[in-house]
């Protein structure tokens, strides 16, 4: 159960489940604590079955998350090897997100920075609003970005426009991250939520051992081919094609009937 005063407090609301970056004070940068707390989150929402989409969010309107918090930096990246140890935690927390079985959806408003732009990368599906600045200001701390982030910036943005963001470390608006790739919708402020409820909503009545299968197929097949996992794709398509919700979608589409999943 979340505290008021914790780092990411997390609100079941079926079909619906909120992961929230508490820590308005500093513009939710991450510390140490709130990294490992996302990986938390990410399990009891993974946990709870009648939650089928997570939605991320800042606590505010403001940010969405203003980056690593840098204050820690000295007592807990002095050294590579202290940034060694703490580089597992922000890894840990974004590839929970990749691999959590339910989608994903960043609203994003505020500021997007830095590892903040990591985690939402980390999401599936980015909606932000008009007036939302983003960016990687890596390269002007003396930061190597880590392999998956510069990866999945790559992948999603292309790698003409990871090489301008990186080197650059320029804090550019929402419309150009749309027009970049990086958002998969922009939207007025004063609209956003409802958007976001509307659209994960939506989603949430779709089958959820289809969504599952989708995104891991995603994953894979963005892997070089010798490292996909070809038969766990394989009982997950059979997985579905055995399910009850198969039964129950094709009744629905021959009723004319919207259809009630389960999710088994």
Partial sequence: MSNANDPILV??????GWLIINRPQVKNALNYEAWR???????ELNGNPEVR???MR???????ISGADISEFPSHRANAEQARAYRDAPGNATGALVNSPKPVVAMIAGICI?????VAL?????????GTRMGIPAARLGLAYPLDGVLSLSQIAGPANARDILMSARIFDAEEAYAMGLLNQLVDPGELEAVVRNYATRMAGNAPLTMSAA???????????????????????????????YREGVRAFLEKRPP???GR
């Fill in 215 to 245: 995104k891991a197929t995603i994953r894979e097949g963005l892997k070089d081919a010798v490292n996909r996992d070809m038969k766990k794709i394989g009982a997950m398509v059979a997985q579905c094609f055995d399910s009850e919700d």
């Fill in 58 to 64: 800042g606590a505010t309107a403001d940010s969405f």
């Fill in 11 to 16: 609100k079941h609301e079926p079909p619906l």
């Fill in 260 to 262: 009630k999943f389960h």
């Fill in 37 to 43: 707390a996302i990986v938390t989150a990410v399990d």
């Fill in 53 to 55: 989409v997570i939605v």
């Fill in 122 to 130: 980390s999401c599936d599906v980015r909606i932000a609003a008009r």
């Fill in 114 to 118: 830095g590892g903040g732009l990591q």
